[in-house]
Protein backbone atom coordinates (compact mmCIF):
# COMPACT_ATOMS: atom_id res chain seq x y z
CA UNK A 1 0.00 0.00 0.00
CA UNK A 2 1.67 2.70 -0.56
CA UNK A 3 1.59 6.04 1.96
CA UNK A 4 -0.60 8.87 1.55
CA UNK A 5 0.34 12.08 0.53
CA UNK A 6 0.07 15.50 1.85
CA UNK A 7 -0.23 19.00 0.68
CA UNK A 8 2.37 21.07 1.89
CA UNK A 9 0.60 23.80 2.69
CA UNK A 10 2.42 27.58 2.68
CA UNK A 11 1.21 30.65 4.57
CA UNK A 12 0.56 33.54 2.76
CA UNK A 13 3.00 36.37 3.43
CA UNK A 14 1.43 39.75 3.78
CA UNK A 15 2.41 43.30 4.16
CA UNK A 16 1.91 44.35 7.59
CA UNK A 17 0.07 47.62 7.16
CA UNK A 18 0.89 50.10 9.51
CA UNK A 19 -1.08 52.93 9.73
CA UNK A 20 0.27 56.16 10.56
CA UNK A 21 -2.56 58.31 10.11
CA UNK A 22 -2.82 61.30 12.95
CA UNK A 23 -5.16 59.23 15.53
CA UNK A 24 -3.16 55.82 14.98
CA UNK A 25 -1.44 53.55 17.70
CA UNK A 26 2.15 53.71 16.11
CA UNK A 27 1.91 57.78 17.01
CA UNK A 28 0.34 57.14 20.22
CA UNK A 29 3.04 54.85 20.96
CA UNK A 30 6.25 56.81 19.89
CA UNK A 31 4.18 60.07 22.20
CA UNK A 32 4.46 57.17 24.84
CA UNK A 33 8.22 57.01 24.43
CA UNK A 34 8.72 61.28 24.31
CA UNK A 35 6.16 61.60 27.28
CA UNK A 36 8.48 59.23 29.63
CA UNK A 37 11.52 61.34 28.30
CA UNK A 38 10.09 64.42 29.07
CA UNK A 39 8.85 63.48 32.56
CA UNK A 40 12.45 62.04 33.60
CA UNK A 41 14.08 65.07 32.29
CA UNK A 42 11.78 67.47 33.90
CA UNK A 43 12.65 65.28 37.17
CA UNK A 44 16.20 66.02 36.77
CA UNK A 45 16.36 61.72 36.58
CA UNK A 46 15.45 62.12 40.64
CA UNK A 47 12.23 60.16 41.88
CA UNK A 48 10.15 62.73 42.89
CA UNK A 49 9.11 61.32 46.17
CA UNK A 50 12.29 60.15 47.72
CA UNK A 51 15.21 61.67 45.53
CA UNK A 52 16.86 58.65 44.61
CA UNK A 53 18.49 58.37 41.56
CA UNK A 54 18.53 54.94 39.76
CA UNK A 55 16.11 52.96 37.46
CA UNK A 56 13.08 55.57 36.97
CA UNK A 57 9.73 55.45 35.87
CA UNK A 58 6.91 57.52 34.74
CA UNK A 59 3.55 57.20 37.12
CA UNK A 60 0.12 58.14 35.41
CA UNK A 61 -1.51 59.99 38.34
CA UNK A 62 -4.33 59.48 36.24
CA UNK A 63 -4.55 55.69 34.35
CA UNK A 64 -3.34 55.86 30.91
CA UNK A 65 -6.03 54.19 29.94
CA UNK A 66 -7.90 57.53 29.81
CA UNK A 67 -6.50 58.73 26.66
CA UNK A 68 -7.12 62.51 26.61
CA UNK A 69 -4.60 62.78 29.46
CA UNK A 70 -2.48 59.90 28.74
CA UNK A 71 0.52 62.45 27.77
CA UNK A 72 -0.37 65.18 29.62
CA UNK A 73 2.71 67.11 31.61
CA UNK A 74 0.79 67.16 34.59
CA UNK A 75 -0.11 63.58 34.32
CA UNK A 76 2.89 61.93 34.82
CA UNK A 77 5.85 61.86 37.72
CA UNK A 78 9.07 60.60 37.94
CA UNK A 79 9.03 57.92 40.84
CA UNK A 80 12.54 55.49 41.48
CA UNK A 81 11.42 51.24 41.04
CA UNK A 82 10.82 50.99 44.65
CA UNK A 83 8.20 54.31 45.17
CA UNK A 84 6.63 53.11 42.15
CA UNK A 85 6.16 49.84 43.61
CA UNK A 86 6.61 46.62 41.89
CA UNK A 87 3.25 46.46 40.33
CA UNK A 88 -0.04 46.47 40.82
CA UNK A 89 -1.35 44.92 44.22
CA UNK A 90 2.17 45.48 46.18
CA UNK A 91 1.87 46.69 49.55
CA UNK A 92 3.61 49.87 48.99
CA UNK A 93 2.45 50.52 44.86
CA UNK A 94 1.19 53.66 44.08
CA UNK A 95 -1.33 52.31 41.67
CA UNK A 96 -4.88 53.21 43.52
CA UNK A 97 -2.95 53.92 46.73
CA UNK A 98 -4.96 56.85 49.13
CA UNK A 99 -1.68 57.21 51.10
CA UNK A 100 0.58 58.03 47.75
CA UNK A 101 -2.47 60.26 46.28
CA UNK A 102 -2.66 62.38 49.90
CA UNK A 103 1.40 62.92 49.02
CA UNK A 104 0.57 63.90 45.87
CA UNK A 105 -1.94 66.37 47.48
CA UNK A 106 0.78 67.78 50.14
CA UNK A 107 3.67 68.37 48.01
CA UNK A 108 1.80 69.59 44.45
CA UNK A 109 -2.08 70.56 45.52
CA UNK A 110 -2.20 72.54 42.14
CA UNK A 111 -1.12 69.10 40.35
CA UNK A 112 -3.37 66.91 42.94
CA UNK A 113 -6.61 69.60 41.97
CA UNK A 114 -5.27 68.95 38.24
CA UNK A 115 -6.22 65.31 38.63
CA UNK A 116 -9.57 65.80 40.27
CA UNK A 117 -10.33 67.85 37.40
CA UNK A 118 -9.38 66.23 34.29
CA UNK A 119 -9.60 61.90 35.55
CA UNK A 120 -13.18 61.68 33.58
CA UNK A 121 -11.58 63.90 30.43
CA UNK A 122 -13.01 61.78 27.40
CA UNK A 123 -12.77 62.35 23.21
CA UNK A 124 -10.25 61.15 20.05
CA UNK A 125 -6.26 62.51 20.56
CA UNK A 126 -4.59 63.23 17.78
CA UNK A 127 -1.41 61.30 18.50
CA UNK A 128 0.80 62.57 15.69
CA UNK A 129 -0.36 66.49 17.21
CA UNK A 130 0.45 65.23 21.07
CA UNK A 131 4.02 63.84 19.38
CA UNK A 132 5.03 66.97 17.96
CA UNK A 133 4.06 69.00 21.11
CA UNK A 134 6.23 66.62 23.36
CA UNK A 135 9.19 66.85 20.70
CA UNK A 136 9.18 70.75 21.09
CA UNK A 137 8.87 70.38 25.04
CA UNK A 138 11.81 68.54 25.07
CA UNK A 139 13.82 70.30 23.21
CA UNK A 140 13.27 73.70 25.03
Known sequence: MKPPT???RT???RKKRVDKGPFSLYWRDKSDVLFAKLIKKRAGNRCEKCGLRGRMEV???IKRN???TRCAVKNGICLCSLCHGSGIGAAHSTHGNELFLNWVKCSSFGRYQWVIDHQHDS???DWQETF???RR???E
Open 59 to 61: HHL
Open 66 to 68: VMR
Open 132 to 134: EEL
Open 11 to 13: AIK
Open 6 to 8: YIK
Open 123 to 125: GRV
Open 137 to 139: LID
